[in-house]
């Protein structure tokens, strides 16, 4: 029998993802989910994952640190991945106090965890703590500079795990990846809310003027990225996740509707969030230095993702009402409309 993880946050987006790379890639482990099931965490992203006999659940907060130790010592982990996280920075600007107590609190929990029973320990965090990067690209080793709570709390998370690995010499290691997409991402997050929209023929709301330029990373390739650091990736060290894949918000949201033939006029200019970065950027060279080779096929990962939301209605229309709309209506009903796309 091979390694026990413990991937936290493991029914939400990447998580989730991530579960069933390591599925494929590593049948002789076994995996305890570990999720809150907060509204972005959701069983219906692990339907074939919780069907394998090598595979648990467990519903419970990170913060709950006795709930954490049972399930080490039940399951017998060896090994934690943790993506529990709030993760949207919508959400983190009109409330903060969770991110706060997941990405900083939740944290420490599991670091003390991983101390007690002896554990290695990885952490998913984001390109979003080095802040805005008008020009070249971020480095690991580049001062962490976050503009949003959201990323405050993951720069904090951070932090964290770089002290529990220099003061008790714990086995840490942490990656920073850049903007991902794929199936079963929440529709709150730019492409699956356009995608989502547009098949419906509803208004994309398109912050600012759009020009705000991100580094797409499929989420398979990600996950890839995690999986070899957590391997071979050395002890204290983080890696940087990049898709070298630099696209403005407009030309993606073009690209979109394009391949789902609607027309542009969908798109709907609205009032920018408040302290917006303008771009993203990491260097991803120690990582591929390490051995990671990313797909380099954008356009085709793009394809593959509209045909899963195309094709899975019934895992997003019943995400799709109640309470997110209520959440829709709060995030963009009240933004002034500033105009739609030629």
């Not at 990447?14 to 790379?21: D, E, L, T």
């Not at 090994?79 to 529990?84: E, P, R, S, Y």
């Not at 085709?300 to 019943?318: C, H």
């Amino acid at each position: 029998m091979g390694r026990t993880f413990l991937v936290t946050g493991g029914a939400g987006f990447i998580g989730s993802n991530y579960a069933h790379y390591l599925q494929q890639h590593h049948p002789d482990y076994r995996m305890v989910i570990y999720d809150k099931l907060t509204y972005a965490g959701n069983l219906d992203n692990l339907k074939d994952i919780l069907a394998d006999h090598r595979s648990a659940f467990i519903q419970a907060d990170i913060c709950d640190a006795e709930s954490v130790r049972q399930a080490i010592r039940q399951y017998g982990v060896d090994t934690i991945v943790n993506f529990a996280a709030e993760s949207h920075v919508d959400r983190s600007i009109l409330d903060a106090e969770a991110f706060i107590k997941t990405g900083v609190y939740g944290t420490y929990v599991l670091l003390e965890a991983a101390r007690e029973f002896e554990l290695r320990y990885h952490q998913v965090s984001t390109d979003e703590v080095y802040g805005d990067v008008p020009l070249g690209s971020s480095l690991e080793t580049d001062p962490l500079c976050p503009n949003s709570p959201y990323s405050a709390s993951k720069a904090s998370g951070d932090l964290m795990v770089r002290a529990y690995h220099v003061t008790y010499g714990l086995n840490t290691t942490i990656t920073r990846g850049s903007n991902t997409f794929g199936p079963y991402q929440y529709p709150e997050k730019v492409l699956p809310v356009f995608i989502t929209n547009a098949i419906d023929d509803e208004a994309l709301p398109m912050y600012g003027d759009g020009q705000q330029v991100r580094d797409w990373l499929y989420v398979m390739d990600h996950c890839s990225g995690i999986d070899l650091v957590v391997h071979r990736g050395l002890t204290g060290e983080a890696y940087n996740i990049g898709g070298d894949n630099e696209r403005r918000n407009l030309d993606i949201t073009l690209l979109i509707l394009e391949m789902l033939g609607k027309p542009s006029r969908l798109i709907h200019f609205v009032q920018d969030r408040p302290g917006h970065d303008r771009r993203y950027s990491v260097d991803s060279r120690k990582l591929i230095d390490l051995g990671w080779q990313r797909s380099q096929d954008f356009v085709a990962d793009l394809q593959t993702t509209l045909r899963w939301y195309s094709n899975n209605e019934w895992w997003w229309r019943k995400i799709k009402s109640g309470a997110y709309r209520e959440y829709y209506q709060r995030q963009y009903g009240q933004r002034a409309v500033l105009g739609t796309y030629p």
